[in-house]
C-alpha cells in the first residue's frame, strides 16, 4: 500500500484558484490511474476527478465540471488539481487516491472502494 500526500490547501476567496498537489511516500504511483475526491463535513465522500495512468483521460464530476483540471507529472510521480473560479461550496477536506488500475473505467463515476491509496486530506476553505 501505498502512503499518499497532499499539499496546497488553504483559504482561498470565491473566484480565485488554487493548486493542489499529491506524491506517493514510498513506491511510486506513476503506473496508475490517479483520483480527487472530497468530503464536507456530514456528507458523503464525493468524486472530484480522475486521470489515466499516461494523462491521455480524464473525467470529472459535474459540480467541477470547467473549472477545475487534473493533471499529473510522472517524471515527479505527482498528481495535481488545479481548482478555477472556485465557489464556497467547494469547501472540503480533498483526497488524493491511487486507483488499483491504469485505466478506470469512465462509463460510471468513479466510486472510493475503487482506489487502494488515499492520502490524509487538505483542506480547502472558500469564502465568499
Known amino acids: 500500500q501505498v502512503q499518499l500526500v497532499e499539499s496546497g490547501g488553504g483559504l482561498v476567496q470565491a473566484g480565485g484558484s488554487l493548486r493542489l498537489s499529491c506524491a506517493p511516500s514510498?513506491?511510486?504511483?506513476?503506473?496508475?490511474?490517479m483520483g480527487w475526491f472530497r468530503q464536507a463535513p456530514g456528507t458523503e465522500r464525493e468524486f472530484v476527478a480522475a486521470i489515466s495512468w499516461d494523462g491521455g483521460r480524464e473525467y470529472y464530476g459535474d459540480s467541477v465540471k470547467g473549472r477545475f483540471t487534473i493533471s499529473r507529472d510522472n517524471a515527479k510521480s505527482t498528481v495535481y488539481l488545479h481548482m478555477n473560479s472556485v465557489k464556497p461550496e467547494d469547501t472540503a477536506v480533498y483526497y488524493c487516491?491511487?486507483?488499483?488500475?491504469?485505466?478506470?473505467?469512465?462509463?460510471?463515476?468513479?466510486?472510493?472502494?475503487?482506489?487502494?491509496?488515499w492520502g490524509q486530506g487538505t483542506q480547502v476553505t472558500v469564502s465568499s
Open positions: 514510498g513506491r511510486t504511483v506513476s503506473n496508475n490511474a
Open positions: 487516491a491511487g486507483h488499483k488500475y491504469r485505466y478506470i473505467d469512465f462509463s460510471h463515476t468513479p466510486m472510493p472502494h475503487e482506489f487502494d491509496d
